[in-house]
């Protein structure tokens, strides 16, 4: 991904936390861009492992702040239920089978 998609003028500046909290609690950041859209950022990693087996052979965007850029999507609900199938597809396996 173009690492101009994330410059700061690209964002409002809002920002909101998005949970899931079943199975087990994790927490994503979805920042408000220009359009309107919101990029939710990733970085509740339990480990560098845990990072490395989720987007160590992957194309992927990291920001010091906000983490790894997961998605983007229209709506806030539209976040959060983005982010809960995203915890369920990829984290859940990967934490529930050590």
């Keep these: 991904m ?3 998609y994330f410059e700061l003028e690209n964002y409002k500046g809002p920002h909101i936390h998005i949970d899931n909290w079943e199975p087990f609690w994790a927490e994503a950041i979805a920042w408000e861009r220009l359009d309107g859209s919101w990029d939710v950022m990733f970085y509740d990693f339990q480990s560098q492992e845990e990072f490395g ?21 229209q709506t806030d609900e ?3 239920e ?9 984290l ?5 089978n050590k």
């Design 2 to 4: 173009d690492k101009r």
């Design 82 to 90: 983005k982010f809960i199938k995203w915890v369920h597809s990829n």
């Design 53 to 73: 087996l989720l987007f160590g052979t992957k194309e992927y965007y990291k920001d010091e702040v906000g983490g790894v850029f997961l998605f983007n999507a």
């Design 92 to 96: 859940l396996p990967l934490r529930t």
């Design 78 to 80: 539209e976040c959060i």
